[in-house]
């Protein structure tokens, strides 16, 4: 059973950073896709931003390019996201996801198996 805690999720001002992390547990390999969704409200689509898998790390939103970076070390259980040059339409929940096998070439929620409770960013102006 693959289990995945996030944290580090907060309150930030415009231009600041916030590093998120995931936790994940029961993942049997390395050959999993790990990655980061938002979701700005209830109502709104959950977004995929950014995923990592052996082959190294893939950028889904544009809107995050050179400001949001995904790492995860070898042998390390613990997924992050270092996110710079926070902008108040970053605001959202923050989801970590994961699914065996390689990344797709294009994120889709149904693709994930497993998911996070999600933490909670907020960028003021």
């Known amino acids: 059973q693959v289990t995945l805690v996030e944290s580090g999720g907060g309150s930030v001002q415009a231009g600041g950073s916030l590093r998120l992390s995931c936790v994940a547990s029961g993942l049997t390999d390395d050959l999993y896709c790990l990655g980061w969704f938002r979701q700005r409200t209830p109502h709104n689509e959950r977004e995929g931003i950014l995923?990592?898998?052996?082959?190294?790390?893939?950028i889904y939103a544009d809107a995050v390019k050179g400001r949001f970076t995904i790492s995860r070390d070898r042998g390390d259980p613990t997924l992050y996201l270092q996110m710079n040059n926070l902008k108040p339409e970053d605001t959202a929940m923050y989801y970590c996801?994961?699914?065996?096998?390689?990344?797709?070439?294009?994120?889709?929620?149904?693709?994930?198996?497993?998911w996070g409770q999600g933490t909670q960013v907020t960028v003021s102006s």
């Open positions: 995923a990592i898998d052996k082959d190294g790390p893939r």
């Open positions: 996801a994961a699914d065996p096998g390689f990344c797709y070439s294009r994120p889709d929620i149904a693709d994930f198996r497993y």
